[in-house]
Nanobody, 123 residues
Framework: EVQLVESGGGWVQTGGSLRLSCAAS????????IGWFRQVPGKGREVVSC????????YYKDSVKGRFTISSDNAKNTVYLQMNNLKPEDTAVYYC????????????????YGQGTQVTVSS
């Protein structure tokens, strides 16, 4: 059974940092690339960043470029999202999911997401 477990969210002030973790199990980690998504109440889920766990290729939403860094530790079956210089508009529930990574975008592979982790940035 595929499981993706997000952790690391919390409350920070504007300009602060958080590191999110996505621990994967139930599938061969190298068979799927992984992405981070976020959602606020009343809006659809949007992609934030994606990584090719085998080739290291990455994608970032324009508004997080230069502030967020995605990485993968294949030995731990875990993908991280380091978030620096956080802004109130980054406030959301963050999810990870299996994705398909293209040259300049990424798409969810299926409809499965983890339970999410809340990130709140106060002004």
């Amino acid at each position: 059974e595929v499981q993706l477990v997000e952790s690391g969210g919390g409350w920070v002030q504007t300009g602060g940092s958080l590191r999110l973790s996505c621990a994967a199990s139930g599938f061969s980690f190298g068979d799927y690339d992984i992405g981070w998504f976020r959602q606020v109440p009343g809006k659809g889920r949007e992609v934030v960043s994606c990584i090719g766990v085998n080739d290291g290729n990455t994608y970032y939403k324009d508004s997080v470029k230069g502030r967020f860094t995605i990485s993968s530790d294949n030995a731990k079956n875990t993908v991280y999202l380091q978030m620096n210089n956080l802004k109130p508009e980054d406030t959301a529930v963050y999810y990870c999911a299996q994705i398909t990574l293209f040259a300049d975008y990424c798409l969810p592979y299926n409809d499965y997401y983890g339970q999410g982790t809340q990130v709140t940035v106060s002004s």
